[in-house]
């Protein structure tokens, strides 16, 4: 089944690692066959990626986009233990992202990944609202 893509003016797109980068107006694509993509609203960049969580997505997108490179295992495991110590908590994501990858499900994982960004963002608000209310 086809899959449709509304891009914004400007907006970029990564599909199988070519970096592609909408027009003035906005666009609708229809990708009709198995390949791997990024929309701009779905990339951490590196620079971007200033918590531990936002990190091991990065790791999560090279992971997806570069066919599973082995080097990225070692680094995906140590962003994983750091998380789990500071956040102990956050082992169901960290546990549904290596059930994920052991199913080669990469973009699930990534998509997990980000559901931990979201779930370390709350805990820091959460965090934040309780230093202000004291």
Do not use: W
């Not at 449709?4 to 666009?27: M, V």
């Amino acid at each position: 089944m086809p899959l449709r893509i509304h891009l914004k003016p400007f907006e970029r797109l990564i599909i199988n690692g070519a970096a592609l980068r909408n027009g003035e107006r906005s666009t609708n694509l229809l990708i009709e066959n198995t390949c791997k993509f990024l929309r701009e609203s779905e990339i951490i960049p590196e620079s971007g990626a200033d918590t531990a969580c936002k990190r091991l997505c990065v790791t999560l997108q090279l992971i997806y986009l570069a066919d599973h490179p082995i080097e990225a295992d070692d680094l995906l495991v140590r962003q994983s233990l750091e998380i789990l110590r500071s956040i102990p908590t956050s082992a169901p994501y960290l546990v549904a992202i290596q059930d994920e990858l052991a199913n080669k499900q990469y973009h699930r994982a990534l998509k997990v990944g980000r559901e931990l960004v979201a779930y370390e963002r709350s805990l820091m608000e959460r965090l934040t609202s309780a230093t202000n209310a004291a």
